[in-house]
């Protein structure tokens, strides 16, 4: 899909990146404007904007216009059909839920991956890596979800744990030395339990990361660093999903850089031996 290809390609110069952060933002002004006004509006250059579209796999850029308009009037549908199910026989419900469950998925991750700093990410790896245990605090879906992250990461050796509640006798019991992470998931910040076990936590001086979707919540005051995670304004009874995806996603992001560095590391031990 060329949408997915300008959203997720990453060999992109910042003139490139550029362009294509402007057409994402105003995809029905694209089909107005010639090879020059874009090159315009985005204070580039027509050889950019040119070099851009063979980057991308068209021709040019009357080829990229109209292969960009049939993704972007699909994706036009689904969202329509997302927002209106009155009107809709049955068959067509389930064709809508079918079909525009990969937008919304990829919404979700994509809108997180806008936010995501790069050596936040490295920063909390590092600290994962060198922790003798990592806690995953949440309740309600966020319990279950913080279960399956827990499980893949025992799986590589990542000692992990789930929690719904705070365990007092656990905390008072790690010894002086051991150094323990803990993540609290709450999207909107103001989950009472969740801020009190986040409270609790740092009373044993142990640090906290907040995965969040509000940055003014007082969640944030009060974690050593925070995540933050998408929802939708917009479409309030989709936000479960989106938030479930976002927080999937933003701990896989850290499963696979903790892949990366355990390979790292084992190839160098490796190497070490030889």
């Not at 990461?153 to 019991?173: D, T």
């Amino acid at each position: 899909m060329l949408v997915h290809k300008m959203k997720y390609m990453n060999n992109l110069t910042v003139q490139e990146q550029h362009i294509i952060d402007y057409i994402l933002e105003h995809p029905d002004q694209l089909f107005d404007l010639t090879a020059n006004e874009l090159a315009k509006v985005t204070f580039t250059s027509p050889s950019t904007i040119i070099r851009l579209c063979k980057k991308l796999g068209t021709k040019g850029f009357p080829d990229f216009q109209i292969k960009f308009a049939l993704e972007y009037k699909d994706l036009k549908i689904e969202k329509y059909q997302m927002n209106s199910n009155d009107s809709l026989t049955e068959d067509n419900k389930i064709h809508k839920s079918i079909h525009s469950l990969p937008f919304i998925y990829e919404e979700a991750i994509y809108e997180t991956q806008k936010t995501l700093d790069y050596n936040q990410i490295k920063k909390i790896v590092n600290w994962i890596k060198y922790a003798d245990r990592v806690n995953i605090y949440g309740v309600d879906a966020n319990y279950y979800i913080a279960q399956q992250i827990c499980a893949r990461w025992n799986e590589f050796g990542i000692n992990a744990l789930a929690f719904n509640s705070i365990n007092k006798h656990y905390l008072v019991n790690i010894k002086q030395k051991e150094k323990h992470i803990s993540f609290v998931i709450s999207h909107s910040g103001n989950n009472k339990a969740i801020i009190d076990i986040a409270k609790t936590i740092k009373l044993y001086n142990q640090k906290v990361i907040a995965v969040t979707g509000n940055e003014k919540s007082e969640l944030i005051s009060m974690a050593d660093d925070y995540i933050k995670s998408y929802t939708s304004t917009e479409q309030f009874t989709l936000s479960k999903i989106f938030n479930n995806t976002s927080t999937q996603y933003i701990f896989d992001v850290l499963y696979l850089h903790l892949l990366d560095n355990i390979n790292a590391d084992s190839k160098k031990k490796l190497m070490d031996e030889i």
